[in-house]
């Protein structure tokens, strides 16, 4: 009972029927092996966090809650880990390599380097203290991390394909967590050679037969050896499922909905999560040709019970790691739905960096309860920061760099407890995310203001964003 399928996923931008799935996913190109790779990776159809991937948004949650997260990957650079705060480490399956390997018979590199790229002076630029920090840094990781992964040892022996190499890489870095100074980390495998669109079925069992035989060498050393499966999640994904209809070639062509599986020792396993169409041809509600399923669950469903089981607890946090989860609040699976237990020696998180306020006193009485008080909006908006636009709350600006974030155009109008400007008053230029109608959509102020303003003021946290317009100004 340490595994699940998942039935019938996929991207999805909104719950959609046969007759409305093409002009519900206009935000997005499905059937496209890139731009769909990109959305199983991001889970983020509107980028509304753009620049970062799904397991990166989760990393980013739990550094800003206290807790020492890692990114790795074994098969390059992984989209799914960018991250607005971390840096991901990158190693080979074929080994690690020691920087200036021949450093003991030949002259050593490695403090040349750092001749020519000293610590501060008073001379340094920002761009040049910058460079000089990166590169120690991945000079002092190179060398822990080489020493940690020569002394691993393991006690399984893995296959010598390709993702056999990949998962042992990762059995040896979970040994070395402890010298990496992390509590959680999220690595990233890859295999691909699924497009089979002519004669599918050879190599598609010998594609399956690696999967099994790296998986199970995988669970076996960190079962029985290493005592650490009940605190690993194994999730698998794809971009796309295949038809299920074959083409002229004894092949299979794209498609959307697939079936994709999770393991893990602290899985209630054993069974199969979401559901599949009752009527799997072409005439049924959910299926088009040539074979196409529409998903009945989307990414968001999963990836929200594996966010929370992984540490992202509060609301707020989990729409920050999923943007579009909101659209599907009916479909979303839980922690509970998932899994028995949690990661065994969960930190305690440290108390978050406190908000920087400053309060002005009012230079004239305040005429209602509205204007009477200085505070933040609640709403979610969409700023700049390290050249990505990202969607981001109040909250977020007050952990951190508060100064800085406060100096972000329209940052200080809608967060003006946080920014310590509550002398002032007026609308923020920012755009914000409300509930209208039903839907979630991207407003400013301008739009509160141009028809039904009593009642868009009504808005939860639309007053604090859009003071001069709602009319709570002192």
């Known amino acids: 009972n340490d595994l699940s399928f998942l039935a019938n996923v996929g991207i999805l931008q909104q719950p959609v029927t046969k007759s409305t799935w093409r002009q519900g996913h206009s935000d997005t190109r499905l059937f496209s092996h890139n731009t769909q790779q990109d959305e199983v990776n991001l889970i ?218 999770v393991a893990s020792g602290s899985l209630d396993g054993g069974r199969i999560l979401g559901s599949f169409p009752s009527n799997l041809t072409n005439d049924g509600p959910f299926v088009f040709e040539p074979g196409i399923v529409i998903p009945s669950s989307p990414w968001e469903s999963f990836w929200n019970g594996i966010a929370q089981w992984f540490g992202v607890s509060t609301e707020n946090d989990l729409t920050t790691v999923l943007p579009n989860r909101n659209a599907f609040l009916n479909d979303l699976w839980t922690q509970s739905d998932l899994f028995t237990i949690p990661p065994t020696q969960a930190p305690i998180p440290s108390t978050p960096a406190p908000v920087i306020s400053t309060f002005a006193p009012s230079q004239s009485p305040t005429t209602s309860s509205s204007s009477s008080t200085c505070e933040d909006t609640t709403l979610r908006f969409k700023v700049e920061w390290n050249e990505k636009l990202i969607m981001r709350d109040c909250i977020w600006i007050g952990n951190r760099a508060t100064i800085q974030r406060c100096n972000i155009e329209g940052v200080s109008a809608a967060c003006r407890e946080t920014c310590g400007t509550c002398s002032s008053c007026e609308d923020t230029t920012l755009r914000f995310k409300v509930e209208w109608n039903g839907k979630l959509i991207m407003r400013d102020c301008i739009w509160i203001g141009n028809r039904a303003t009593i009642q868009r003021c009504n808005i939860e946290g639309v007053p604090e964003a859009c003071p001069v317009t709602c009319g709570i100004c002192p």
């Open 44 to 261: 983020d159809i509107f980028d509304e966090e753009a620049g970062s991937g799904v397991c990166g948004r989760v990393l980013d949650v739990l550094a800003l809650n206290g807790y020492k997260p890692g990114a790795v990957s074994v098969n390059g650079i992984a989209s799914a880990l960018r991250s607005d705060t971390l840096s991901t480490i990158v190693i080979d399956s074929n080994g690690y390599q020691k920087f200036n390997p021949t450093a003991s018979f030949t002259s050593n590199v490695t403090n040349k380097i750092k001749e020519i790229n000293p610590a501060s002076s008073i001379r340094s630029s920002l761009y040049g203290e910058t460079w000089s920090d990166a590169l120690f840094q991945s000079l002092g990781e190179n060398d822990l991390l080489y020493e940690e992964l020569e002394s691993a040892f393991l006690n399984t022996t893995f296959p010598t394909t390709d993702l056999g190499m990949q998962l042992s890489s990762v059995a040896k870095l979970m040994k070395t967590k402890d010298a990496r100074g992390t509590d959680r980390d999220i690595f990233n495998v890859r295999i691909g050679g699924f497009d089979h669109h002519g004669n599918i079925e050879a190599p598609l069992m010998e594609k399956l037969q690696t999967v099994n035989n790296g998986l199970e060498a995988f669970v076996t050393e960190l079962r029985d050896f290493q005592g650490i499966w009940d605190d690993v999640a194994i999730v698998v994904v794809s971009e796309f499922a295949r038809t299920l209809m074959g083409n002229t070639g004894n092949g299979s062509d794209h498609a959307w909905g697939g079936n994709y599986f």
